[in-house]
C-alpha cells in the first residue's frame, strides 16, 4: 500500500495515497483516510477530553485507566489522536486486514505502543465481548447495526458518527425506516430531524439494557451527524430517559408544528392552527441535543489544544451551546419565499423576535435557521414587516 505521513492535531501518522490523479471517494482506498473529517476528529479529541476530566473529578482513576474503543479505526487515526493528544489507553479495531496492518504500522510509529492496541474483529463481536468507559462508532453510513452491542459496551460515553443522511431526514424513505424504526419528514428541518431519529433509536437501543443517556453535544455538519452521549445506568434512569421520546405533527398548510410526548399516543390529524391535514414523524427524540456547560468545557479544550480547524470547529460549538432546546428549527429564506418577501439580516430577524417577547436563537445547522417559540403565524408577521 502506498502511504504518506500526515500530521493532524499533534498526531503524525501514516494514510493511503489515493490513485494518481483520481477522483476516488476515500472508500475506494484500501484503507479508509477522509481528510474532510478532521474537523469530526478534531471536536472528537476536544470533547473526549473535556469528558475525560469530568470523568477523573467523579472517580477514583487514572486517565490511563481510562479505555476508549475506535471500533471502525480504518488507519487508527481517530484512536490514536485519543491516546496521543488526550492521554487515555486507546484500542484501534478494524476487521480489515489491510487496516489493521496498517494500525499496527501507526502505533509503531507513534511510539505509544503502551496506552494503545490493535485489534482485528467484527466491531459487533469486540463490542459483546469487552466493556469499555468511552465507544466510539465511526462506520460507514449506518450506525444502526452496531447500536445494540455499542450500548452493551459503552460504560460512561458512547460517540456516534452517522454518514446516512439522506435515510436519516427522510430523503431515502424507506431505508431510514428500515434502519431506525422511524418515520422521517423530508421538510426544511431535515438536518435536525435526521439527528433526532438518530438520537430516538439511540435511547431505545440504551434502553434495552437498562441504560439512559445524556447528550453532551451533537452536531450535523456537512454530510454526517454526531452525537456524544453520556451513559447512566438503571432501569429507571432509562425509563425517564423514554419519556423525551414523542411524534411531531407538521402542517404542510400553514407550517404549524405540534409535539406529542410518548410512544403510544393520540394525535389529531387536523392542523390546530389552520385545520388543514398534518404529517407525522417519529418516533423521536424531543429531548436537549447537548448540555451548555458541556459545549464551555469543549470550547475551553479547543482553545487550549493544538487543532487545525480550532476555529471552524469552536463556531459550530458556540452555536450548539447558543441555540435553544425547542425542537426543529426554521428556516428563514423558506418562510420569506412562502410569503414572497425579501429575507433580513438573520440577526435582526432574530433580534425582532425577541422585542416581540419571544424566545429567539440561532442553529448550528444552517445559517438561515431560527429557533423560537413564537408561532408560525406570529412569525410570519415578523418577517412581513422586517421584508
Ligand atoms: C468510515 S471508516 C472509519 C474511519 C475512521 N474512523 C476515521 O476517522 O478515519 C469505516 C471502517 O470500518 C471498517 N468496518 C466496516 N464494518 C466493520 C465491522 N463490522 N467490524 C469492524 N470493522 C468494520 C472498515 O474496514 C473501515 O475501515
Ligand atoms: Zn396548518
Known sequence: MNCKTIVEGTTELLVPIPPE???????????????AMELNRDINVAATAAFVKRLLAKRDMEKEDIRYLDAFSASGIRGLRVAKEVGVHATLNDWSPEAFELINKNIELSGLSEKVCASRKNANVLLHESKFNIVDI??????SPFLDAASVSALNLLSVTATDTA???????NSGIRKYAAVPLNREFHSEMGLRILLGACARELAK??????????????HYVRSYLEIRNGAKQADSTLKYMGFLSYCPHCGGREMTRGLAVHIK?????????????????????????????VLTE???KTLGTKEKASKIISF???????????????????????ASGIDLLIASLKIKGFKASRTHFSGTSFKTDASVAEINEIIRVLG
Open 21 to 35: 490523479g483520481s477522483n476516488f471517494p476515500p472508500s475506494a482506498a484500501p484503507v479508509f483516510y477522509n481528510p
Open 138 to 143: 465511526d462506520p460507514f453510513g449506518t450506525p
Open 167 to 173: 435515510p436519516l431526514c427522510g430523503a431515502h424513505l
Open 209 to 222: 439494557h437498562d441504560k439512559a443517556m445524556v447528550p453532551l453535544l451533537s452536531h450535523v455538519t456537512r
Open 269 to 297: 390529524p387536523e392542523c390546530p392552527f389552520c385545520g388543514g391535514l398534518t404529517e407525522i414523524a417519529g418516533p423521536l427524540w424531543l429531548g436537549p441535543l447537548r448540555e451548555k456547560e458541556f459545549c464551555e468545557e
Open 302 to 304: 479547543l482553545e487550549e
Open 320 to 342: 450548539c451551546r447558543d441555540e435553544l432546546d425547542i425542537p426543529l428549527f426554521y428556516d428563514q429564506h423558506v418562510i420569506c419565499k412562502q410569503l414572497g418577501v425579501s
